[in-house]
Structure formats: C-alpha cells, structure tokens
C-alpha cells in the first residue's frame, strides 16, 4: 500500500477514524503551511507522528480515535481511481532541498501533463544533474515502509552515524504528499555560499512577485475550496532567515483572503549557534525580530520553537531534557523534539469531541494584545510502572515543570496570564489514586475522584486563580522510526524504567505539554529590542538594502517595546 494511500482495514483500522468528524457536520478543518527548510524538518517529523497514529501500534491497540485526522488531512482521488488520503498542506522551500523528493511528489506519479506541449518547432531541453540520493533513505523507508502480516509496523532505530548524515527533511518523510503541496522558491538556492533567501526584507519581495504570490494563491484556493468547516491556519515558519520575511506576507495575505480564521503561526529557529558567524548571527537576529513583530500583526498568536535557550546574541545553552539524550547540533533530532511538542500543544483543536477551535484558543491566551506565547514540556512525561498520576505530579514538585521551548527563558517565578495544557498517554487506570481506603493521602490530588480533576487541582495548585485550560488524553505522542532514538530508558510504552529496557523498542511515549502567556516575555521582548537598539546598522548594509528602510527599523523598536509592556505584570485585571 502507497503511504499516502487511504488505508484500510489492514493497516489498523485506520478507516474507522476516517468519516465520523470532529463535530456533527463533519471535521473543522486546517490547513498547514511549512516554510522553511528547519521548518521541513519539523513537519516531516510531524507528519511521520500524524501517520504513525492513523495505524495500530505494535502490539495491536487501538487508537482511542480522540484525536480527528480529518482536521489535519484530505482525500482524493488519483487518475486511476485509487482513493487517497493526504495532509492539508502548502509547503515552501528554496531551490535544492527536495534532494531527490520531485516538487509533484510521487503519488500521482502516472499523471500526465496537463497539457501536451502543441508546438511543433526544434525544442532544446536543458537537464540539471540530479541530485545524489541519501544512501539511508532506503533504510529509512524500508524500516517503516511496510507492514508486517499482522498488521503492524517493524522498524529498527536508525545508528547514530546515519542520522549525522541527514542534511534534508525529505530524507525521512515517509508520507506522499499531494501534487499541489510542495512549492519550490527557485530564485534562491538551499545551499551554496551564494543566492541565498538570508534577510527579511528578500522573504517580504518574494511573495511581491506575481509568479510566487499566484502560486500560493492558487494553492490556499484550492484546498480552501473543498473545505466544509475551515477553522484556519497554521503556519510553521522559519524565524531565523529570510522565511520570516515570507512569513509575514503569507499571514498578511491569509488576514486578507479569510478574515475571522484563526491564523496560529509557530516561528521556528533551529539549535545552538556559533560566536565565529558576526553576519549570519545578526541577521537571525534582525530576521527574529521583524518576524515576531510582523507575524504578530496578522496572526492570532505567534509561538517561537527552539530549543535554544536566548533569541538575543548572547548564546546559552541549549535546554535539558531529564528522560532524552539528543545532540542539539543535529536538526534531525532538534525538530523530532519540537514536532512532539507541536502535536501535543495542538491538540485541543484536533480532538474528535469537545474540540476547542482555535480562534478560542487564541481569546484564551492572547488577550490584552499580549499575541506572542510561549511553549513548554515534559518530554517524556515521567511515569513509573505500577505508579498514578498523583504520584507523578507530586514527584515533579512545587516548581513549574516544564522545559521552555520557546528561547524565552524559564516562566518559573514569572506570573502566568492563561495557560492551555495537554497531558496525553495517561490510560485510565493509572488516572487516580490507588491507595487502600483508609490509608493517609500523600496530597490532595489523591483524593480527586478522575484524572481530570486531577490535573485541574494540580495546575490551580501551580498558578492560583490563572484561567487554565487542561486536556487529559489516553492517546500517546507516537516515536517510532525514523523518529530518532532518543529515549533509550524507557518500555515501549514509554514507561520510566530502572535498568535498561527489554523487548520491543520505544513506540509512544506519554507528554506533558503547555501553551503559557506569562510576565517572563516583558524581559524577553524588552532585552530583544535593547539589544537591537545597540546594533550599529552602517555595518549591516546588506540587511537593510535587501528591501528594509531605517524607518522600518524605527518602527521595529517601538511596536517591541510596545508588545513587551503588554507582558508587565501589573497592566493586567486578573488576578
């Protein structure tokens, strides 16, 4: 069966999800737009999670259906009748990162040109020398590319050495994509050290040109066309180069076309980076911050993902995971990371029932102009065999849990405005205490009578009198190949274990994941703008002559300074 085939009964029953929709008219759906090559990254890891979780799981369960693929993917049709199921996607990239991945995908590989070439004259064909193919995209596709006989998925860990050789995302995308996903910017090239998308002000002329700017016009037409309940967008978006620039103009475009949509956009930078570039670290910095301000303007609310630990030039290490051993250089690993995160902080608009949409999500956290949020999580959430979830929130202590993965700093000892929290891969028997009536209660979540009680009493303990909004889940956050193995002490239910794990290797892991605005952004945004202010933009020229004028800059700072006063902890009437 083709990945991007609508599977059947085979292939874990993945058909029952299909058609019962995420309300009583069918599913509220988004559309997702990729641009970037980090943002690739991320997105390939994404997708890969997102078919992970339409089949069973090794040991043949079940998906607990929550979560409503008919938000994120569409069906179709090939020329020869074969049903087809695909993500809802418009990706971007520059001229070179495909690697051997064609711009129309494999899919609909038998169709025919649209139109037959009528001229009659001498025709010249210029052919470029391919690209040469990844010797571990076999591996990669054949450790995930079929099923076994009893309808699940083998796979074996990708070695750590073939995972330093992966350069691009479509190296270890296992899903096919419709023809009118992938669009190539061919006037910037992917590599080399010239003809490179490195400034805003390029990213904002690109979408100015008629050709590119059709293009996403007739894409966004396209899928938007067939959808019954759009609720919106969401834009995964690199911040660190020129794609903020592109950024910019496609959630200025989206306000424009499809006003009253909620247009969420995760600004995405890759990991830690070196004091030796002055260039290309003052221009992720100038990029971030246009990126944020702009993105601001015409989106519902802006998230940056890294796993970086500033926005600013001062660089700090990158953020620790207690339960995962990665390699923060290494893109492959640094998106797997932020792809768990996202699928897990999304989730309220993608549940089957009680879905959240998320223009709501945004009232929630974005009030009183304060449009930039932060991401945190748990990864993996620490839960021990045999042991509640009372007692692995009381284990996790008084102090905000969470790894911040937005390169804003630690929220701890900051004040918390709204928070939106996703706890998934809790099943239902570990939801409550299972202490002996009689026996003296640790705390008083042992005392709560579900799991949802559980984690509301917990986050009121956290953050009084903060509006919370909390999801508990049974379904898992699926890391099976080629998602790197990067939890090497935990079942294959993604347990804590004591020793070294036995058996099948790590297929779900349970993750605690947070949306937060909080006070911890009026520094940030404010040490942003400061830094900005310092910079000497004689020796930055280049910058500025790719389509950025000096009163854009003056602009820049005011409408920071601006969004970082939103964050003041005493602007606010809540408590």
């Excluded at 054949?142 to 074996?156: F, H, I």
């Excluded at 998230?303 to 030039?313: I, N, T």
Aim: glycine content about 10%.
């Amino acid at each position: 069966m083709g990945r991007g085939a609508r599977p059947g009964p085979a292939a874990g029953g993945a058909r029952v999800l299909r058609g019962l929709g995420g309300m009583a008219g069918g599913a509220r759906e988004v559309l997702t737009l990729q641009l970037g090559h980090f943002a690739g990254f991320v997105g390939a890891h994404w997708w890969n999670q997102q078919d992970a979780a339409l089949r069973y799981s090794t040991d043949g369960e079940e998906s607990p259906g929550e979560l409503c693929p008919d938000v994120l993917y569409r069906t179709g049709r090939t020329l020869h009748g074969q049903e087809t199921y695909t993500p809802r996607l418009i990706l971007m990239d520059l001229k070179g990162s495909l690697n051997t991945l064609k711009e129309e995908g494999a899919l609909y590989k038998d169709r025919q040109l649209e139109a037959a070439v009528a001229w009659q004259g001498k025709l010249t064909t210029h052919r470029e020398e391919a690209y040469p193919k990844n010797p571990n995209l076999q591996d990669l596709l054949s450790a995930e590319g079929v099923l076994s006989t009893d309808g699940a998925w083998r796979a074996k860990p990708l070695q750590n050495g073939k995972e330093n050789s992966i350069r691009v995302w479509s190296d270890f995308l296992r899903v096919h994509l419709h023809p009118r996903s992938i669009c190539v910017i061919q006037k910037y090239n992917h590599d080399g050290e010239t003809g490179r998308l490195e400034a805003f002000g390029q990213g904002e002329s690109v979408l100015k040109e008629p050709r590119y700017l059709e293009e996403l016009e007739d894409r966004l037409h396209f899928y938007v066309e067939e959808c019954d309940y759009l609720q919106g967008f969401q834009i995964l978006c690199d911040l660190h180069d020129g794609f903020s620039g592109v950024g910019a103009k496609t959630a200025e475009l989206l306000q424009d076309e499809y006003p009253g949509r909620g247009v969420i956009t995760w600004g995405l930078l890759p990991g830690p980076y070196s004091l030796g570039e002055p260039q290309k670290n003052i221009y992720r910095l100038l990029n971030t911050a246009f990126g944020l301000v702009n993105l601001t303007g015409y989106s519902s609310f802006v998230c940056p993902l890294s796993l970086g630990g500033s926005l600013g030039l001062r660089p700090k290490p990158p953020v620790n995971f207690p339960y995962l051993h990665y390699d923060a250089t290494l893109p492959f690993h640094c998106s797997a990371i932020l792809a768990t995160a996202l699928d897990t902080v999304t989730a309220p608009y993608r549940l089957r029932s009680s879905m959240v949409p998320m223009a709501h999500l945004a009232d929630l956290l974005s009030f009183s102009g304060r449009k930039v949020v932060t991401a945190e999580a748990v990864i993996p959430f620490p839960l021990v065999p045999g042991q509640s979830l009372p007692d692995s929130l009381v284990q996790l202590g008084g102090a905000t849990p969470w790894t911040p993965l937005s390169a804003c700093g630690h929220s701890a000892g900051s004040r918390c405005f709204a928070q939106s929290v996703v706890l998934r891969g809790i099943d239902r028997a570990s939801r409550t205490s299972k202490l002996n009536p009689g026996t003296p209660l640790p705390s008083a979540l042992h005392a709560c009578a579900s799991g949802e009680e559980v984690l509301a009493q917990y986050l009121q303990q956290l953050h009084p009198s903060v509006f919370s909004s909390s999801y508990l889940l049974l379904t898992p956050c699926r890391v099976v190949p080629p998602y790197p193995h990067l939890c090497p002490s935990l079942s294959h239910k993604g347990l804590a274990l004591d020793g070294p794990p036995k058996g099948a290797a790590v297929q779900s892991i349970p993750v605690f994941g947070a949306l937060r605005s909080s006070s911890s952004l009026h520094q940030t945004l404010g040490d942003l703008a400061e830094e900005l202010t310092r910079l000497d933009l004689r020796r930055w020229a280049s910058f500025m002559d790719a389509g950025v004028e000096q009163d854009d800059m003056e602009e820049l700072l005011q409408d920071l300074y601006s969004l970082a006063q939103c964050y003041q902890e005493g602007d606010s009437l809540s408590n």
